[in-house]
């Protein structure tokens, strides 16, 4: 009859994604006529529990390349953005979220810039990405015992009579 132990371990207790797009502006220097690119680089970010939730701070550069005095001269705007997101993660049969957890964040999706106007000398663009939260706490599981250990079984060789009969033969007593 097999008796039932608990063991406690670290495992995925909760686990979700999440999809943004956040909208930014930025002033320039010179008054841009087109945007000739935009691309987001060094994305860094860190998740922390926040009550029943979970939160995310990160940040990214983004670097505008934008033509100004109709066109006649280019440069680079170098912008970094900071944001702080929040999950609403649900755990995995009730687990619970006050004890001892570790936070885990993925980029599913890097950011990427979507899309970028110039209206009146200010840049808007959008920053889109994807995030996902895993929970990493204590859980337990349950795993039947058996009470008894099972039998060893017993090994024997392989030896017929025709094999003891070759080795007899093979035997020279003049060896010494």
Known sequence: MASYKEIVTKAIIGKGKKYFKNNYSIKADNHPTNVLGCWVINHKFKGYKSGDKIGVDGSCDVNIWYAYDNDSKTTVLNEKIDYNELFNVKT?????????TDIIVRTLKQPTCSRVNVENGVISFDIEKELGVEIVGETKIKIAVEDDEEPWDEIEDE?????????????TENII
């Open 92 to 100: 995995k049969d009730n687990a619970d979220l006050s004890g001892d």
């Open 159 to 171: 030896v017929d009579d025709e094999i003891e009969k070759e080795i007899e033969e093979s035997i």
